[in-house]
Protein backbone atom coordinates (compact mmCIF):
# COMPACT_ATOMS: atom_id res chain seq x y z
CA UNK A 1 0.00 0.00 0.00
CA UNK A 2 1.29 3.50 -0.76
CA UNK A 3 3.38 4.74 2.32
CA UNK A 4 1.44 8.10 1.89
CA UNK A 5 -1.20 6.30 3.94
CA UNK A 6 0.27 6.42 7.01
CA UNK A 7 -1.58 5.72 10.42
CA UNK A 8 -1.95 9.80 10.95
CA UNK A 9 -3.31 10.23 7.42
CA UNK A 10 -5.73 7.23 7.73
CA UNK A 11 -7.21 8.58 11.50
CA UNK A 12 -7.81 11.90 9.53
CA UNK A 13 -9.18 10.08 6.71
CA UNK A 14 -11.56 7.95 9.49
CA UNK A 15 -12.35 11.45 10.63
CA UNK A 16 -13.76 12.38 7.54
CA UNK A 17 -15.38 9.25 7.21
CA UNK A 18 -17.21 10.05 10.85
CA UNK A 19 -18.08 13.39 10.01
CA UNK A 20 -19.03 12.74 5.80
CA UNK A 21 -20.24 9.21 5.90
CA UNK A 22 -18.01 8.50 2.74
CA UNK A 23 -14.12 9.07 1.81
CA UNK A 24 -12.19 8.02 -1.04
CA UNK A 25 -8.48 7.71 -0.78
CA UNK A 26 -6.60 7.53 -4.42
CA UNK A 27 -3.45 6.19 -5.37
CA UNK A 28 -3.77 3.52 -2.76
CA UNK A 29 -0.88 1.15 -4.56
CA UNK A 30 2.25 3.03 -5.44
CA UNK A 31 3.04 2.88 -9.42
CA UNK A 32 3.56 -0.54 -11.03
CA UNK A 33 2.38 -2.31 -7.71
CA UNK A 34 -0.95 -2.48 -8.66
CA UNK A 35 -0.46 -4.22 -11.49
CA UNK A 36 0.74 -7.17 -9.44
CA UNK A 37 -1.22 -7.48 -7.07
CA UNK A 38 -4.27 -7.30 -9.63
CA UNK A 39 -2.36 -10.64 -11.07
CA UNK A 40 -2.13 -12.58 -7.93
CA UNK A 41 -6.00 -11.71 -6.94
CA UNK A 42 -7.13 -12.76 -10.77
CA UNK A 43 -5.34 -15.95 -10.23
CA UNK A 44 -8.18 -16.70 -7.82
CA UNK A 45 -10.75 -19.00 -9.13
CA UNK A 46 -13.72 -16.64 -9.46
CA UNK A 47 -17.17 -18.47 -10.27
CA UNK A 48 -20.14 -16.72 -12.58
CA UNK A 49 -23.35 -15.62 -10.50
CA UNK A 50 -26.36 -15.48 -12.45
CA UNK A 51 -29.63 -13.97 -10.99
CA UNK A 52 -31.59 -11.91 -13.34
CA UNK A 53 -33.47 -10.12 -11.12
CA UNK A 54 -30.69 -9.49 -8.49
CA UNK A 55 -26.87 -9.66 -10.45
CA UNK A 56 -24.76 -11.44 -13.48
CA UNK A 57 -20.90 -11.06 -12.26
CA UNK A 58 -18.24 -13.41 -11.31
CA UNK A 59 -17.06 -13.40 -7.47
CA UNK A 60 -14.38 -15.14 -5.14
CA UNK A 61 -14.54 -15.05 -1.36
CA UNK A 62 -12.33 -16.68 0.90
CA UNK A 63 -8.97 -17.07 3.39
CA UNK A 64 -6.78 -16.63 -0.12
CA UNK A 65 -8.11 -13.08 -1.15
CA UNK A 66 -7.67 -12.08 2.56
CA UNK A 67 -4.19 -13.22 2.88
CA UNK A 68 -3.23 -11.18 -0.26
CA UNK A 69 -5.22 -7.88 0.90
CA UNK A 70 -3.71 -7.92 4.80
CA UNK A 71 0.10 -8.79 2.95
CA UNK A 72 -0.47 -5.76 0.80
CA UNK A 73 -1.82 -3.63 3.98
CA UNK A 74 -5.13 -2.94 3.55
CA UNK A 75 -6.55 -5.25 5.50
CA UNK A 76 -4.49 -3.40 8.15
CA UNK A 77 -5.41 -0.11 7.21
CA UNK A 78 -9.06 -0.45 7.63
CA UNK A 79 -8.52 -2.05 10.64
CA UNK A 80 -5.95 0.67 12.23
CA UNK A 81 -7.54 3.49 10.58
CA UNK A 82 -11.00 3.00 10.36
CA UNK A 83 -11.57 0.87 13.31
CA UNK A 84 -12.83 -2.24 10.65
CA UNK A 85 -13.45 -5.33 13.18
CA UNK A 86 -12.29 -8.70 11.34
CA UNK A 87 -12.37 -7.61 7.65
CA UNK A 88 -13.13 -9.45 5.25
CA UNK A 89 -13.43 -9.45 1.30
CA UNK A 90 -15.27 -10.48 -1.53
CA UNK A 91 -14.57 -10.06 -5.08
CA UNK A 92 -16.36 -9.00 -7.81
CA UNK A 93 -15.71 -8.82 -11.57
CA UNK A 94 -18.01 -7.18 -13.77
CA UNK A 95 -17.76 -7.83 -17.67
CA UNK A 96 -19.83 -6.67 -20.62
CA UNK A 97 -23.52 -7.27 -19.66
CA UNK A 98 -22.92 -7.17 -16.28
CA UNK A 99 -24.57 -5.92 -13.51
CA UNK A 100 -26.30 -5.45 -10.17
CA UNK A 101 -29.59 -4.40 -9.20
CA UNK A 102 -31.71 -3.19 -6.15
CA UNK A 103 -33.94 -6.21 -5.60
CA UNK A 104 -35.82 -6.26 -2.72
CA UNK A 105 -34.35 -9.67 -1.79
CA UNK A 106 -30.94 -7.94 -2.10
CA UNK A 107 -29.92 -7.47 1.84
CA UNK A 108 -29.39 -3.61 3.13
CA UNK A 109 -25.80 -3.15 4.77
CA UNK A 110 -25.10 -1.75 8.09
CA UNK A 111 -21.49 -0.52 9.02
CA UNK A 112 -18.45 0.43 7.45
CA UNK A 113 -17.88 -0.82 3.85
CA UNK A 114 -14.72 -0.59 1.53
CA UNK A 115 -15.06 -1.07 -1.85
CA UNK A 116 -11.47 -1.09 -3.50
CA UNK A 117 -10.96 -0.96 -7.08
CA UNK A 118 -8.47 -2.77 -8.81
CA UNK A 119 -9.51 -2.35 -12.94
CA UNK A 120 -6.95 -1.90 -14.95
CA UNK A 121 -8.63 0.90 -16.45
CA UNK A 122 -11.96 2.38 -16.51
CA UNK A 123 -13.92 4.75 -18.66
CA UNK A 124 -17.11 6.53 -16.42
CA UNK A 125 -18.70 6.06 -19.75
CA UNK A 126 -18.54 1.88 -20.09
CA UNK A 127 -21.16 2.11 -17.09
CA UNK A 128 -19.83 0.48 -13.84
CA UNK A 129 -20.18 3.00 -11.65
CA UNK A 130 -21.24 2.16 -7.71
CA UNK A 131 -25.03 3.36 -7.13
CA UNK A 132 -25.77 3.86 -3.24
CA UNK A 133 -29.65 4.14 -3.11
CA UNK A 134 -29.99 6.88 -5.20
CA UNK A 135 -26.53 8.20 -5.35
CA UNK A 136 -23.61 7.58 -7.87
CA UNK A 137 -20.37 7.00 -7.44
CA UNK A 138 -17.87 6.52 -10.22
CA UNK A 139 -15.02 4.70 -8.51
CA UNK A 140 -11.95 5.20 -9.96
CA UNK A 141 -9.14 2.56 -10.72
CA UNK A 142 -6.44 2.37 -7.85
CA UNK A 143 -8.80 3.96 -5.55
CA UNK A 144 -10.70 2.86 -2.35
CA UNK A 145 -14.44 3.98 -1.43
CA UNK A 146 -14.84 3.82 2.44
CA UNK A 147 -18.70 4.40 3.53
CA UNK A 148 -20.79 4.13 6.55
CA UNK A 149 -24.44 2.60 5.27
CA UNK A 150 -27.17 2.61 7.39
CA UNK A 151 -30.17 0.15 6.16
CA UNK A 152 -28.97 1.06 2.58
CA UNK A 153 -28.44 -1.25 -0.25
CA UNK A 154 -26.14 -0.75 -3.27
CA UNK A 155 -25.59 -1.59 -6.99
CA UNK A 156 -23.03 -1.68 -9.74
CA UNK A 157 -24.64 0.00 -12.77
CA UNK A 158 -24.46 -2.51 -16.02
CA UNK A 159 -21.15 -3.03 -17.77
CA UNK A 160 -21.91 -1.66 -21.42
CA UNK A 161 -20.77 -2.89 -25.12
CA UNK A 162 -18.29 -0.36 -25.22
CA UNK A 163 -16.34 -1.31 -21.87
CA UNK A 164 -13.15 -2.78 -23.51
CA UNK A 165 -11.43 -3.74 -19.63
CA UNK A 166 -13.19 -5.28 -16.81
CA UNK A 167 -14.74 -3.99 -13.39
CA UNK A 168 -13.01 -5.16 -11.04
CA UNK A 169 -14.07 -4.64 -7.20
CA UNK A 170 -13.33 -5.81 -3.99
CA UNK A 171 -16.14 -4.90 -1.21
CA UNK A 172 -14.22 -5.66 2.41
CA UNK A 173 -16.81 -5.18 5.49
CA UNK A 174 -16.63 -5.97 8.83
CA UNK A 175 -17.21 -9.89 10.02
CA UNK B 1 -50.50 -13.88 -35.02
CA UNK B 2 -48.67 -15.76 -32.27
CA UNK B 3 -50.25 -16.53 -29.17
CA UNK B 4 -47.82 -18.35 -26.23
CA UNK B 5 -47.72 -19.56 -22.66
CA UNK B 6 -44.24 -19.96 -22.55
CA UNK B 7 -42.30 -18.46 -20.16
CA UNK B 8 -45.77 -17.12 -19.37
CA UNK B 9 -48.91 -15.60 -21.52
CA UNK B 10 -48.06 -13.73 -24.86
CA UNK B 11 -49.22 -11.89 -28.05
CA UNK B 12 -47.37 -10.74 -31.28
CA UNK B 13 -49.91 -9.19 -33.50
CA UNK B 14 -47.79 -7.91 -36.79
CA UNK B 15 -49.21 -5.09 -39.02
CA UNK B 16 -51.04 -3.72 -36.45
CA UNK B 17 -51.94 -0.43 -37.25
CA UNK B 18 -53.12 0.66 -41.30
CA UNK B 19 -50.21 2.75 -43.16
CA UNK B 20 -51.64 5.87 -42.73
CA UNK B 21 -52.44 6.10 -38.64
CA UNK B 22 -48.71 4.26 -38.75
CA UNK B 23 -47.37 7.15 -40.73
CA UNK B 24 -48.64 9.61 -38.43
CA UNK B 25 -48.07 7.92 -34.98
CA UNK B 26 -44.17 7.60 -36.45
CA UNK B 27 -44.41 11.16 -36.60
CA UNK B 28 -45.80 12.07 -33.81
CA UNK B 29 -43.52 10.00 -31.91
CA UNK B 30 -40.62 12.24 -33.37
CA UNK B 31 -42.17 15.22 -32.56
CA UNK B 32 -42.57 14.33 -28.69
CA UNK B 33 -40.31 15.52 -25.67
CA UNK B 34 -38.02 12.85 -24.25
CA UNK B 35 -36.68 12.51 -20.64
CA UNK B 36 -33.24 10.62 -20.34
CA UNK B 37 -33.70 8.10 -17.35
CA UNK B 38 -30.95 6.49 -15.65
CA UNK B 39 -31.21 3.57 -12.46
CA UNK B 40 -30.20 0.29 -11.60
CA UNK B 41 -32.74 -0.93 -14.27
CA UNK B 42 -32.28 1.03 -17.22
CA UNK B 43 -30.71 3.52 -19.39
CA UNK B 44 -33.16 4.95 -21.87
CA UNK B 45 -34.92 7.89 -22.83
CA UNK B 46 -39.35 8.43 -21.98
CA UNK B 47 -41.99 10.78 -22.60
CA UNK B 48 -44.16 11.82 -19.84
CA UNK B 49 -47.07 10.05 -19.20
CA UNK B 50 -49.37 10.24 -22.52
CA UNK B 51 -52.73 8.50 -21.28
CA UNK B 52 -54.52 11.76 -20.90
CA UNK B 53 -52.57 12.93 -23.89
CA UNK B 54 -54.38 15.51 -26.21
CA UNK B 55 -52.91 14.39 -29.14
CA UNK B 56 -55.89 12.68 -31.09
CA UNK B 57 -53.77 9.97 -33.10
CA UNK B 58 -52.19 8.52 -29.96
CA UNK B 59 -55.86 8.47 -27.99
CA UNK B 60 -56.90 6.71 -31.39
CA UNK B 61 -53.91 4.16 -31.05
CA UNK B 62 -54.50 3.54 -27.29
CA UNK B 63 -58.34 2.78 -27.86
CA UNK B 64 -57.27 0.41 -31.05
CA UNK B 65 -55.03 -1.10 -28.08
CA UNK B 66 -58.05 -1.63 -25.83
CA UNK B 67 -60.26 -3.57 -28.86
CA UNK B 68 -57.45 -5.62 -29.19
CA UNK B 69 -59.53 -9.05 -29.28
CA UNK B 70 -57.31 -11.61 -27.57
CA UNK B 71 -57.27 -9.60 -24.53
CA UNK B 72 -60.70 -11.46 -23.99
CA UNK B 73 -60.12 -14.62 -25.94
CA UNK B 74 -56.92 -15.29 -25.15
CA UNK B 75 -55.69 -13.45 -21.84
CA UNK B 76 -59.48 -13.56 -20.07
CA UNK B 77 -59.75 -10.17 -19.25
CA UNK B 78 -62.08 -6.60 -19.95
CA UNK B 79 -59.86 -4.07 -19.76
CA UNK B 80 -60.73 -1.01 -18.21
CA UNK B 81 -57.93 1.79 -19.41
CA UNK B 82 -54.61 1.78 -20.74
CA UNK B 83 -51.64 4.11 -19.69
CA UNK B 84 -48.91 4.76 -22.51
CA UNK B 85 -45.75 6.77 -22.88
CA UNK B 86 -42.85 6.38 -25.32
CA UNK B 87 -39.69 5.26 -25.14
CA UNK B 88 -36.43 5.98 -27.15
CA UNK B 89 -33.85 3.29 -26.80
CA UNK B 90 -29.87 4.49 -28.20
CA UNK B 91 -26.82 3.73 -28.10
CA UNK B 92 -25.98 1.13 -25.12
CA UNK B 93 -29.67 1.54 -23.99
CA UNK B 94 -31.23 -1.20 -22.25
CA UNK B 95 -33.91 -2.38 -19.76
CA UNK B 96 -32.50 -5.47 -17.23
CA UNK B 97 -34.86 -8.17 -15.99
CA UNK B 98 -38.09 -7.14 -14.06
CA UNK B 99 -41.77 -8.45 -13.63
CA UNK B 100 -43.43 -5.36 -13.98
CA UNK B 101 -45.90 -5.96 -11.23
CA UNK B 102 -47.53 -3.05 -9.61
CA UNK B 103 -50.60 -2.58 -8.48
CA UNK B 104 -53.91 -2.59 -11.24
CA UNK B 105 -51.19 -3.50 -14.17
CA UNK B 106 -52.64 -6.92 -15.57
CA UNK B 107 -51.41 -6.65 -19.41
CA UNK B 108 -48.20 -5.15 -20.47
CA UNK B 109 -47.88 -3.93 -24.21
CA UNK B 110 -45.20 -2.45 -26.70
CA UNK B 111 -46.12 -0.62 -30.34
CA UNK B 112 -42.72 -0.48 -32.20
CA UNK B 113 -42.34 2.29 -34.20
CA UNK B 114 -39.26 0.75 -36.14
CA UNK B 115 -37.30 -2.29 -37.12
CA UNK B 116 -33.97 -3.37 -35.95
CA UNK B 117 -32.10 -6.09 -36.99
CA UNK B 118 -31.18 -8.57 -34.44
CA UNK B 119 -26.99 -7.44 -34.12
CA UNK B 120 -28.73 -3.91 -33.43
CA UNK B 121 -30.07 -5.12 -29.98
CA UNK B 122 -33.26 -4.06 -28.59
CA UNK B 123 -34.48 -6.87 -28.35
CA UNK B 124 -37.46 -8.08 -25.86
CA UNK B 125 -36.56 -11.29 -24.17
CA UNK B 126 -39.08 -13.39 -22.25
CA UNK B 127 -37.25 -15.58 -19.24
CA UNK B 128 -37.82 -18.62 -17.94
CA UNK B 129 -38.12 -17.56 -14.06
CA UNK B 130 -37.44 -20.78 -12.90
CA UNK B 131 -34.36 -21.79 -15.25
CA UNK B 132 -33.30 -18.57 -16.18
CA UNK B 133 -32.96 -19.14 -19.85
CA UNK B 134 -34.52 -16.67 -22.36
CA UNK B 135 -37.18 -18.43 -24.18
CA UNK B 136 -38.25 -16.39 -26.53
CA UNK B 137 -36.90 -13.40 -28.12
CA UNK B 138 -38.68 -10.89 -29.68
CA UNK B 139 -37.19 -8.17 -32.52
CA UNK B 140 -38.55 -4.51 -32.48
CA UNK B 141 -40.65 -4.84 -35.91
CA UNK B 142 -42.32 -1.45 -36.83
CA UNK B 143 -45.75 -1.67 -36.65
CA UNK B 144 -45.56 -5.04 -34.10
CA UNK B 145 -47.70 -5.30 -30.82
CA UNK B 146 -46.16 -7.17 -28.30
CA UNK B 147 -49.06 -8.28 -24.94
CA UNK B 148 -47.77 -9.96 -22.20
CA UNK B 149 -50.13 -11.31 -18.94
CA UNK B 150 -48.56 -9.09 -16.13
CA UNK B 151 -47.51 -11.64 -12.98
CA UNK B 152 -45.06 -13.28 -10.75
CA UNK B 153 -43.45 -15.20 -13.85
CA UNK B 154 -43.48 -12.12 -16.37
CA UNK B 155 -39.65 -12.21 -16.27
CA UNK B 156 -38.30 -10.02 -19.04
CA UNK B 157 -35.50 -7.56 -20.40
CA UNK B 158 -34.89 -5.21 -23.24
CA UNK B 159 -31.13 -5.87 -24.50
CA UNK B 160 -28.86 -3.49 -25.63
CA UNK B 161 -28.60 -0.97 -28.32
CA UNK B 162 -26.08 -1.45 -30.45
CA UNK B 163 -25.38 1.29 -32.71
CA UNK B 164 -29.09 1.83 -33.37
CA UNK B 165 -32.45 3.72 -32.16
CA UNK B 166 -35.57 1.50 -30.72
CA UNK B 167 -38.85 3.41 -31.03
CA UNK B 168 -41.88 2.50 -29.23
CA UNK B 169 -44.65 3.32 -27.41
CA UNK B 170 -46.07 1.50 -24.34
CA UNK B 171 -47.43 0.97 -21.02
CA UNK B 172 -50.25 -0.86 -19.42
CA UNK B 173 -53.67 -2.57 -19.44
CA UNK B 174 -55.24 -2.13 -16.32
CA UNK B 175 -58.37 -4.79 -16.07
Redesign the interface.
Given at each position: MNPFYSLDVLNQANAVLKKENIVELKQIFVSGSLSVIRTEILSLKTKKE????KHSWNVFEGAELDHILDSVGIIPALSAGFKMKHPKAKLYILRD?D????HDDVSEENGTVAFLDISDQWNNNW?GYL?IEQEKFELEPNSILITNLFGQRF?F??I???ANADKIIIIIKSN | MVQSDKPFRHIIIDDFLDGETLRKIVETFDSLKFERKDSDLFNLEQTDDLTNTDIQILKDVQKKILDVSEIKSFFEMVPKSVDMSGMLYKDSDYLLCHDDRLEGRSIAYILYLNTLRKEEGGALKLINSKDFKTEELILPKENRLVMFEVSEKSWHEVSEIINAKRKSLGGWLHC
Amino acid sequence: MNPFYSLDVLNQANAVLKKENIVELKQIFVSGSLSVIRTEILSLKTKKEYHPLKHSWNVFEGAELDHILDSVGIIPALSAGFKMKHPKAKLYILRDGDYSLLHDDVSEENGTVAFLDISDQWNNNWGGYLGIEQEKFELEPNSILITNLFGQRFFFKRINHHANADKIIIIIKSN
Amino acid sequence: MVQSDKPFRHIIIDDFLDGETLRKIVETFDSLKFERKDSDLFNLEQTDDLTNTDIQILKDVQKKILDVSEIKSFFEMVPKSVDMSGMLYKDSDYLLCHDDRLEGRSIAYILYLNTLRKEEGGALKLINSKDFKTEELILPKENRLVMFEVSEKSWHEVSEIINAKRKSLGGWLHC
